[in-house]
């Protein structure tokens, strides 16, 4: 019989027409990938949910749309409402790796090299993602020069539950734990390895996250021993390369992709940061530290590019006042670069779970 014949429309109506609507990146339909929910029909009106899998999801107002589009031309519709809601995926179980509690996905972000401004893009990388509506927690294990308390404006103790667990401090929707808070600024850190995996037991197995879809973990420069057992005992969902575009930092940004290669943990992509400088006077740009090594280091690796980011003085006064460009400037093109960022990673880390599921 004729649909436009029925009687009344029905909920396998509407996923008949859904199942036409495919996630480019995912590569499956809506209705396979259950992004379909709560289809409610009153005679010619139609309203359903579209659950993404990531709140910063690039590609939202297209699935949108199309899906919109496709529940419109069914005969006898004449009204749709779409409620766009997001549910972000439990990574891939790790063998051998411990999950840590309340975390859905971890990303690491690692430099082959210091000074590269590897804490600032966690942080904003970070800022970006709670921005878009994520739950979102730092974990800054860069024992040597935790400086993420202070780009991000939080300087107090931390505390802990009745059950001896600590409690992550917050600022901008952002929850952090750091071995900064554990010592003072002028005090330096001179363990050995045992007591910095000890450290980094603790952080992983003795906080009370709640809730986090996204675990940003601001790991030590380098590629040494310290790296390695850290990297091999963290359950990574993937991590991210932050280089500068001058040889020797794209040189240990390769050894940095090789480690994580050695250990079967996925490059989400580099970030080439200070890429140029742009005088805010004249508008010209100087590429101080030349420009484009990122990008093709990320096409001899095979690796995703995710972005690159300017020297800018705004980056660098938000991550002293303790109020990071995210947040500080949200409509400047470095924040919307840093989104864009966040974005790319977030859509990347659903595939790897969404793959990893089927």
Request: hydrophobic residues 40%; aromatic residues 4%.
């Amino acid at each position: 019989m004729e649909l436009t014949r029925k009687a009344h429309l029905t909920q396998a109506d509407v996923l008949s027409a859904l199942k036409n609507v495919m996630d480019p990146e995912l590569g499956k339909d809506l209705v396979s990938l259950n992004m379909i929910r709560n289809i409610r029909i009153e005679k010619k009106k139609v309203s359903f949910s579209l659950v993404l899998t990531t709140h910063a999801c690039p590609l939202k107002k297209e699935l949108e749309s199309a899906a919109k589009k496709a529940v419109e031309e069914i005969p006898g519709v004449e009204e749709v409402k779409v409620e766009v809601t997001a549910e972000v995926p439990q990574a891939k179980k790790l063998p051998q790796k411990e999950a840590i509690p309340g975390v859905k996905n971890t990303i690491a972000v690692a430099s082959g090299k210091g000074g590269v401004g590897k804490s600032t893009v966690s942080v904003n990388i970070a800022l970006a993602l709670a921005k878009k509506g994520s739950k979102v927690g730092i974990l800054d294990i860069d024992i040597y020069g935790p400086s993420i308390p202070t780009m991000m404006g939080i300087h107090k103790p931390l505390e802990m539950t009745e059950d001896k667990m600590l409690l992550p401090l917050e600022n901008y929707g952002v929850k952090l734990i750091s071995v900064g808070f554990m010592l003072d600024e002028e005090t330096p850190l001179i363990w050995r390895g045992p007591l910095v995996m000890q450290l980094v037991q603790q952080f992983l197995k003795g906080v009370d996250w709640g809730d986090i879809d996204y675990l940003v973990i601001d790991l030590p420069p380098g590629t040494g021993d310290a790296q390695l057992t850290l990297v091999q005992t963290i359950p990574l969902t993937g991590a991210i390369v932050v280089t500068t575009p001058q040889d020797v930092a794209l040189i240990d940004a390769r050894r940095a992709i090789k480690m994580f290669g050695e250990v079967s943990v996925p490059i989400l992509g580099i970030v080439e940061n200070m890429s140029q400088f742009i005088c805010p006077h004249c508008g010209k740009s100087t590429e101080i530290f030349s420009r484009g090594g990122g990008e093709k280091t990320s096409e001899r690796y095979k690796v995703p590019f995710l972005g690159s980011i300017p020297i800018d003085i705004k980056i660098r006064e938000g991550g002293d006042s303790g109020k990071p460009v995210v947040v500080g400037s949200p409509d400047s093109p470095e924040t919307l670069e840093f989104i864009k960022i966040a974005e790319k990673v977030a859509s990347r880390i659903s595939v790897l779970d969404i793959t990893c599921e089927t």
